[in-house]
Structure formats: C-alpha cells, structure tokens
C-alpha cells in the first residue's frame, strides 16, 4: 500500500486592489494587499490521471478573492482574511486553510499583516 503524503495548495504574493481601512485616507481609495495562501488538501481519494476535474482547481480560489476584494469596503484586514478563509473552507477536499494580506504601503519601514489559519469542522 503506497503511504500517503500531504497535499497543498498554494497562492503567494497575489497583489490585489482593495478598499481596506479604517482611517479616512484609506477610504479615499483602494490600496494595495498582498494575500498569501495555502491549502491543506485531504489524501486523494484516486489518482488525478492528469484530469482538472480529479483535483481542486485553483482558478475557482483566485477568482474568488479577485470577486471578494471588489465586493466592499473592508475596515480591517482580519475581516477580509476570514471571508477568504470561508471561501477556501467551501472547496471540496480542503482540510486545513492559511490566509495572511499585508498592507506593504501603510509604512515606509515593514509591512504589516495579519494571517490566521482554520481546519474545517468536519476534517474533510
């Protein structure tokens, strides 16, 4: 029997236009985020035989952020980051889910972000 062996999914440095911010001048306009991505994915259940339908396919996660970051005004990057999370929790396969955004021009030293990570309920 072949042992199985984790699965990931990931979407890094994804920079999006966002209307994010509690403060005025962030309600001026949208700004840049950067979200970060990774999708633990149950063992498979076949082998994919090289088909999109046999795997989860990742267009549906980066269309989805795309559609969310254009949906609303957020106040704070955590309310951004569990709708994301939400998100990737709905995909079929999905076990465990990190979203992190980062703001990298709210200072000139750092960049500041928030991240958070959550299992799906029923572990599959």
């Not at 082998?47 to 559609?67: C, E, K, P, Q, S």
């Given at each position: 029997m072949a042992a199985e062996h984790?699965?990931?999914?990931?979407?890094?440095?994804f920079r999006l236009s966002v209307s994010i911010g509690i403060h005025a001048?962030?309600?001026?306009?949208?700004?840049?985020?950067?979200?970060?991505?990774?999708?633990?994915l149950a063992p498979a259940g076949k082998?994919?035989?090289?088909?999109?339908?046999?795997?989860?396919?990742?267009?549906?996660?980066?269309?989805?952020?795309?559609?969310l970051a254009g949906s609303r005004h957020f106040n704070l990057q955590e309310t951004l980051v569990e709708a994301i999370l939400d998100l990737c929790l709905a995909q079929p396969g999905v076990v465990e889910a990190r979203v992190s955004t980062e703001k990298p021009d709210v200072y000139g030293d750092c960049r500041v972000g928030y991240e958070a990570v959550r299992?799906?309920?029923?572990g599959a």
């Open positions: 984790n699965r990931r999914i990931f979407i890094r440095d001048f962030e309600k001026e306009g949208p700004q840049t985020v950067v979200v970060n991505v990774d999708l633990l082998a994919h035989g090289d088909r999109i339908a046999n795997v989860l396919n990742y267009d549906v996660v980066h269309d989805g952020i795309v559609a299992r799906r309920a029923d």
